[in-house]
């Protein structure tokens, strides 16, 4: 069977698997299983030959050609089980039946993106696969070039000890890099307003704004027709639609074809809610209709974010950390040359983790900038040549006049005296994730409509649910924090009665009933309900 | 001193400490104690050296005016005489150590106590001691729930083999603690750990096996019509096999290997009682793993060692260990009634008395509905009713209330209150 498929007769993913507990042998031509090319070898040479290779340089052989003329095929995971795969070519032996390609195809997209995964303890790589996912970059290739698909900056970053703010993961961030436009990210938000045209022929209309007068400062942002402008700085409150509605929707067609008094609309201004303190951009103003033919306006805003306490980095090796402080360019330490990190972070995050990956990221990264030439991580790759060898960075360090071992004499920037121990210092990919928190200077937090940007939340007293006349749940409808069943088991073994007692009824919902004494109806005992404060016995 | 645990609703005393509480870390307090070098802190300035005969009265006095309540222990108690009765001793050896009667000033100097030293050193003991001892008020139950519940969530679902022994799984991990804090009536691995009269002849303990476990007519008849094949011939019906396995050395250590290997039976299945009484098993000692069964057959008090010691095994074999008076608590709040009252809604309503309280545990509409009907009084006192009424709980910090006075207060008469006593002195 491989035989026919090898020569094409049959199609190249079709999967012969033998297996030889049940003595039977499954052929897989579904959609769906995940294929990789091999190169074949018997008996552990392989099929791909010098010439091949140099047909293949000079453009007579294709890829294609490699699979028709049986020099590869592709596996699925069944057959992978079957065959005995050596890494690289020297590796073989007799029993060798495939050889890989290349060692880096064995990585998939996200993992791909690792530099040097294979010195990295391997939950750290799944981490990565992960987090990279989360990783702020653009949206589409025509943003930016093929190949060139960003996901993160390079920062400076120095492995010390610095502040104590940067305990468990958390990053400390140099002040002016910031200012300098490090990490910043552009969250667009959609507003849209539909014009409804209603059953009885009256529609919404949309007003010229008022340039005097009472209400005049919310529409500064509006154009003359009542719609906001783009490239407006947009406030919570101000009116980006200055839409009106008729109050009479229903009932008999609106036959003339005047245009309805005034009196007959009211207003149904839609303003922007958004937390305070924050300058956003109206980016862009789209006019189109909806499915029912409705003209509709859809306002992009544009909001950039600069990094804050508590927003979420890693690097590209599971070493994710929340910003814990950011410092000023004048504390930061500094090197011989004068340069400063971006980043400072804590040594204590490599022993455990065994990221080694991430070290030869930073050497060759800084033997990259020294001597213009990209550097390659790729996985497996020191033997091929794909991924650049220490020893080969260490001189290139040497020969640009760093350490062989990355690690750079630095200066105290608080004392002005030489830090006592040589710092390792260098450049690191580092991407932004999504979770990020929203700082905030007073105390209710508005609606926001993304959950997952803006964790930060408070209230004080606020809106309750009618039913059960406690406070909301959730923080779009500015909601309290559960103090859930365990967290009351918890107090309890604490024997904090009073706190219990603050917790569970004075700011949850205490309700105030006029006593009714005591009612006696006919046989039954029936106390009346009674919550005052004197007797504590009810029914 | 006993310390009382009461339950929440009406006060039922549950469960008391007895005076001799075993694992109360005595020794710990006055070893630290002495640790703190009391010659060196109290310099024996005026060499004011007490006679060791002197010693025991003066601890007397000092305990019944540094602690006129009484709220150290009495072992606590008998510790510091012990202690102070060994000084004692070294005192007089230091003295008889040579021929000659030694120097008393010398000898005293070796070991002496004086008199402040031995104030101080009693007053020390005592303050800290009374940190350890747990404040009215405090809410026991909570946090031996938390404590046994916290390694709970550390347990794996995985089952042991039993001791060594091969292919005799009992179940182990969450599933167990679940059986046994729900009280299962029928629990998946029910083992009966027998005790033989003969420990250590292993022909004698086949034998013994012989006839606890089942013998089918199938085995011993030649041919047989193939119905009769299950009926036993003898040994206990209710159970399934019987192992013998050989005792792991825990204590005595020494004694046991002097004897060779001592063996006991493990007999898997139920039927306590039957197996108690085969010849050559040793009744008194054994014990079975269900507690539904060990209160049948050995009573209630049986079946709380039952709970307590199968719980700390069970944690023990996952390398957890809970301080044994949680799960003494534990066992005690289960057993109280009368009857082993598990964490089912039968068991609370057994155990409580409040409809409020059952009613946020399982089925509130059952309850509340049942309890309208049927006219039934809740007294506000446990914590959940407490709670959902809105009134501080009766436990912790809201165990006092204050008390306000109303009888009148006493006048206050200003002026000096002492008459003045003249003497005249005449020359």
């Given at each position: 069977?491989?035989?026919?498929?090898?020569?094409?007769?049959?199609?190249?993913?079709?999967?012969?698997?033998?297996?030889?507990?049940?003595?039977?042998?499954?052929?897989?031509?579904?959609?769906?299983?995940?294929?990789?090319?091999?190169?074949?070898?018997?008996?552990?040479?392989?099929?791909?030959?010098?010439?091949?290779?140099?047909?293949?340089?000079?453009?007579?052989?294709?890829?294609?050609?490699?699979?028709?003329?049986?020099?590869?095929?592709?596996?699925?995971?069944?057959?992978?089980?079957?065959?005995?795969?050596?890494?690289?070519?020297?590796?073989?032996?007799?029993?060798?039946?495939?050889?890989?390609?290349?060692?880096?195809?064995?990585?998939?997209?996200?993992?791909?993106?690792?530099?040097?995964?294979?010195?990295?303890?391997?939950p750290r790589?799944?981490y990565q696969?992960a987090m990279g996912k989360q990783a702020m970059g653009?949206?589409?290739?025509?943003?930016?070039?093929?190949?060139?698909?960003?996901a993160g900056q390079n920062a400076t970053v120095a492995v010390m000890s610095y502040s104590g703010y940067d305990i468990e993961d958390a990053i400390v961030m140099n002040k002016?890099s910031l200012d300098?436009?490090f990490g910043r990210c552009?969250v667009?938000?959609?507003?849209?307003?539909?014009?409804?045209?209603?059953?009885?022929?009256?529609?919404?209309?949309?007003?010229?704004?008022?340039?005097?007068?009472?209400?005049?400062?919310?529409?500064?942002?509006?154009?003359?027709?009542?719609?906001?402008?783009?490239?407006?700085?947009?406030?919570?409150?101000?009116?980006?639609?200055?839409?009106?509605?008729?109050?009479?929707?229903?009932?008999?067609?609106?036959?003339?074809?005047?245009?309805?008094?005034?009196?007959?609309?009211?207003?149904?201004?839609?303003?922007?809610?958004?937390p305070?303190?924050?300058?956003?951009?109206?980016?862009?103003?789209?006019?189109?209709?909806?499915?029912?033919?409705?003209?509709?306006?859809?306002?992009?805003?544009?909001?950039t974010r600069r990094p804050e306490v508590g927003d979420k980095f890693s690097s590209r090796h599971g070493q994710k950390g929340v910003c814990g402080t950011i410092i000023q360019?004048?504390d930061f330490?500094?090197?011989?040359?004068?340069?400063?990190p971006d980043l400072i972070m804590n040594p204590h995050g490599f022993p455990s983790r065994?990221t080694?990956?991430k070290?030869?990221?930073?050497?060759?990264?800084?033997?990259?900038?020294?001597?213009?030439?990209?550097?390659?991580?790729?996985?497996?790759?020191?033997?091929?040549?794909?991924?650049?060898?220490?020893?080969?960075?260490?001189?290139?360090?040497?020969?640009?006049?760093?350490?062989?071992?990355?690690?750079?004499?630095?200066?105290?920037?608080?004392?002005?005296?030489?830090?006592?121990?040589?710092?390792?210092?260098?450049?690191i990919y580092y991407q932004k994730l999504k979770h990020m928190v929203r700082l905030q200077f007073?105390?209710?937090a508005?609606?926001f409509?993304d959950p997952v940007l803006d964790k930060m939340h408070a209230?004080?007293?606020?809106?309750?649910?009618?039913?059960?006349?406690?406070?909301?749940?959730?923080k779009?409808?500015?909601?309290?924090?559960?103090?859930?069943?365990?967290?009351?088991?918890?107090?309890?073994?604490?024997?904090?009665?009073?706190?219990?007692?603050?917790?569970?009824?004075?700011?949850?919902?205490?309700?105030?009933?006029?006593?009714?004494?005591?009612?006696?109806?006919?046989?039954?005992?029936?106390?009346?309900?009674?919550?005052?404060?004197?007797?504590?016995?009810?029914? | 001193?006993?310390?009382?645990?009461?339950?929440?609703?009406?006060?039922?005393?549950?469960?008391?400490?007895?005076?001799?509480?075993?694992?109360?870390?005595?020794?710990?307090?006055?070893?630290?104690?002495?640790?703190?070098?009391?010659?060196?802190?109290?310099?024996?300035?005026?060499?004011?050296?007490?006679?060791?005969?002197?010693?025991?009265?003066?601890?007397?006095?000092?305990?019944?005016?540094?602690?006129?309540?009484?709220?150290?222990?009495?072992?606590?108690?008998?510790?510091?005489?012990?202690?102070?009765?060994?000084?004692?001793?070294?005192?007089?050896?230091?003295?008889?150590?040579?021929?000659?009667?030694?120097?008393?000033?010398?000898?005293?100097?070796?070991?002496?106590?004086?008199?402040?030293?031995?104030?101080?050193?009693?007053?020390?003991?005592?303050?800290?001691?009374?940190?350890?001892?747990?404040?009215?008020?405090?809410?026991?139950?909570?946090?031996?729930?938390?404590?046994?519940?916290?390694?709970?969530?550390?347990?794996?679902?995985?089952?042991?083999?039993?001791?060594?022994?091969?292919?005799?799984?009992?179940?182990?991990?969450?599933?167990?603690?679940?059986?046994?804090?729900?009280?299962?009536?029928?629990?998946?691995?029910?083992?009966?750990?027998?005790?033989?009269?003969?420990?250590?002849?292993?022909?004698?303990?086949?034998?013994?096996?012989?006839?606890?476990?089942?013998?089918?007519?199938?085995?011993?008849?030649?041919?047989?019509?193939?119905?009769?094949?299950?009926?036993?011939?003898?040994?206990?019906?209710?159970?399934?096999?019987?192992?013998?396995?050989?005792?792991?050395?825990?204590?005595?250590?020494?004694?046991?290997?002097?004897?060779?290997?001592?063996?006991?039976?493990?007999?898997?299945?139920?039927?306590?009682?039957?197996?108690?009484?085969?010849?050559?098993?040793?009744?008194?000692?054994?014990?079975?793993?269900?507690?539904?069964?060990?209160?049948?057959?050995?009573?209630?008090?049986?079946?709380?060692?039952?709970?307590?010691?199968?719980?700390?095994?069970?944690?023990?074999?996952?390398?957890?260990?809970?301080?044994?008076?949680?799960?003494?608590?534990?066992?005690?709040?289960?057993?109280?009634?009368?009857?082993?009252?598990?964490?089912?809604?039968?068991?609370?309503?057994?155990?409580?008395?409040?409809?409020?309280?059952?009613?946020?545990?399982?089925?509130?509409?059952?309850?509340?509905?049942?309890?309208?009907?049927?006219?039934?009084?809740?007294?506000?006192?446990?914590?959940?009713?407490?709670?959902?009424?809105?009134?501080?709980?009766?436990?912790?910090?809201?165990?006092?209330?204050?008390?306000?006075?109303?009888?009148?207060?006493?006048?206050?008469?200003?002026?000096?209150?002492?008459?003045?006593?003249?003497?005249?002195?005449?020359?």
């Amino acid at each position: 069977m491989r035989k026919l498929r090898r020569a094409g007769k049959v199609g190249e993913f079709v999967s012969v698997f033998v297996n030889e507990k049940q003595l039977c042998v499954y052929i897989a031509s579904d959609g769906g299983r995940v294929c990789r090319p091999l190169v074949i070898a018997d008996k552990g040479i392989s099929r791909i030959k010098e010439h091949h290779m140099k047909e293949l340089l000079d453009g007579v052989r294709s890829f294609d050609d490699f699979l028709r003329h049986g020099l590869i095929e592709y596996l699925d995971v069944n057959e992978e089980n079957n065959a005995l795969i050596a890494l690289y070519e020297g590796e073989a032996t007799p029993d060798t039946t495939h050889i890989e390609i290349e060692p880096f195809t064995i990585l998939g997209v996200c993992a791909g993106l690792i530099p040097y995964p294979h010195h990295n303890q391997s939950p750290r790589n799944t981490y990565q696969c992960a987090m990279g996912k989360q990783a702020m970059g653009n949206i589409a290739y025509n943003q930016v070039g093929y190949d060139k698909l960003g996901a993160g900056q390079n920062a400076t970053v120095a492995v010390m000890s610095y502040s104590g703010y940067d305990i468990e993961d958390a990053i400390v961030m140099n002040k002016s890099s910031l200012d300098r436009g490090f990490g910043r990210c552009i969250v667009m938000k959609r507003y849209s307003g539909v014009i409804q045209k209603y059953d009885n022929g009256a529609s919404d209309r949309i007003l010229r704004p008022q340039r005097t007068g009472m209400g005049s400062e919310k529409m500064q942002i509006l154009d003359d027709d009542g719609i906001a402008a783009p490239g407006e700085i947009i406030r919570p409150d101000d009116v980006y639609i200055n839409k009106q509605s008729p109050v009479i929707t229903r009932g008999s067609r609106i036959t003339s074809a005047e245009p309805l008094p005034d009196n007959a609309y009211r207003s149904a201004r839609q303003t922007y809610k958004g937390p305070d303190g924050e300058t956003c951009v109206v980016d862009r103003v789209a006019l189109s209709s909806d499915r029912n033919e409705n003209p509709c306006i859809k306002i992009l805003i544009r909001h950039t974010r600069r990094p804050e306490v508590g927003d979420k980095f890693s690097s590209r090796h599971g070493q994710k950390g929340v910003c814990g402080t950011i410092i000023q360019q004048e504390d930061f330490p500094f090197s011989e040359r004068g340069i400063c990190p971006d980043l400072i972070m804590n040594p204590h995050g490599f022993p455990s983790r065994m990221t080694v990956g991430k070290m030869i990221e930073l050497l060759g990264g800084k033997a990259g900038v020294s001597c213009g030439r990209f550097h390659y991580g790729s996985a497996f790759g020191e033997p091929s040549g794909h991924a650049d060898k220490v020893e080969a960075i260490s001189e290139t360090l040497i020969k640009h006049g760093f350490s062989y071992n990355g690690k750079d004499f630095l200066y105290s920037g608080i004392t002005g005296a030489p830090l006592q121990a040589y710092i390792f210092m260098g450049p690191i990919y580092y991407q932004k994730l999504k979770h990020m928190v929203r700082l905030q200077f007073f105390m209710l937090a508005y609606v926001f409509d993304d959950p997952v940007l803006d964790k930060m939340h408070a209230r004080g007293p606020g809106p309750r649910v009618m039913l059960t006349r406690q406070p909301t749940e959730g923080k779009a409808r500015n909601g309290g924090l559960r103090v859930g069943e365990m967290e009351r088991d918890c107090l309890i073994a604490y024997g904090a009665s009073m706190l219990i007692f603050e917790r569970l009824m004075k700011s949850s919902d205490p309700f105030e009933v006029q006593d009714l004494g005591r009612l006696l109806i006919e046989d039954h005992y029936f106390y009346a309900a009674c919550g005052c404060h004197k007797c504590d016995t009810v029914l | 001193m006993d310390v009382i645990a009461r339950h929440q609703h009406d006060s039922r005393q549950v469960f008391w400490i007895f005076k001799e509480d075993p694992v109360f870390p005595v020794q710990e307090v006055i070893d630290y104690v002495v640790l703190l070098r009391f010659d060196a802190i109290c310099p024996p300035v005026e060499r004011k050296y007490l006679p060791a005969s002197d010693i025991p009265q003066m601890l007397e006095e000092l305990l019944s005016t540094l602690d006129p309540a009484s709220v150290c222990s009495e072992s606590f108690k008998k510790s510091l005489k012990v202690f102070l009765e060994r000084q004692t001793n070294e005192m007089n050896r230091v003295e008889h150590l040579d021929e000659n009667y030694v120097d008393e000033i010398v000898c005293h100097e070796i070991s002496g106590i004086t008199e402040r030293q031995l104030e101080l050193f009693v007053r020390t003991c005592i303050s800290r001691y009374r940190p350890k001892l747990i404040e009215p008020g405090t809410a026991v139950v909570a946090a031996a729930a938390h404590s046994i519940g916290e390694p709970w969530t550390q347990m794996t679902l995985k089952t042991f083999p039993f001791a060594g022994v091969a292919s005799m799984n009992i179940t182990s991990g969450v599933p167990r603690i679940r059986e046994i804090i729900n009280v299962a009536k029928k629990i998946s691995t029910p083992i009966i750990t027998a005790e033989l009269e003969f420990v250590n002849n292993l022909i004698i303990a086949r034998m013994v096996k012989g006839r606890v476990e089942k013998t089918v007519l199938g085995q011993v008849a030649e041919s047989i019509e193939p119905e009769m094949t299950q009926k036993s011939a003898s040994g206990i019906e209710t159970v399934e096999r019987a192992v013998i396995a050989q005792k792991k050395n825990e204590e005595n250590n020494q004694k046991e290997q002097e004897a060779g290997k001592q063996y006991h039976l493990l007999v898997e299945g139920l039927g306590l009682k039957a197996v108690m009484g085969i010849e050559g098993i040793d009744g008194w000692k054994t014990i079975s793993n269900h507690v539904m069964e060990m209160e049948q057959v050995l009573g209630i008090e049986g079946a709380r060692t039952c709970i307590i010691n199968e719980i700390a095994q069970t944690m023990a074999s996952h390398g957890i260990s809970i301080d044994i008076r949680h799960l003494m608590l534990l066992a005690d709040v289960m057993t109280f009634t009368g009857q082993v009252l598990g964490n089912t809604i039968q068991g609370v309503h057994k155990m409580g008395k409040s409809e409020l309280m059952l009613a946020s545990f399982e089925r509130p509409a059952d309850h509340l509905s049942g309890a309208a009907v049927n006219g039934r009084k809740d007294k506000i006192e446990g914590v959940s009713e407490r709670i959902i009424m809105g009134t501080p709980m009766h436990i912790g910090t809201g165990m006092l209330k204050i008390i306000l006075r109303v009888d009148p207060p006493p006048l206050l008469r200003y002026g000096p209150e002492i008459s003045f006593q003249f003497t005249v002195t005449f020359s």
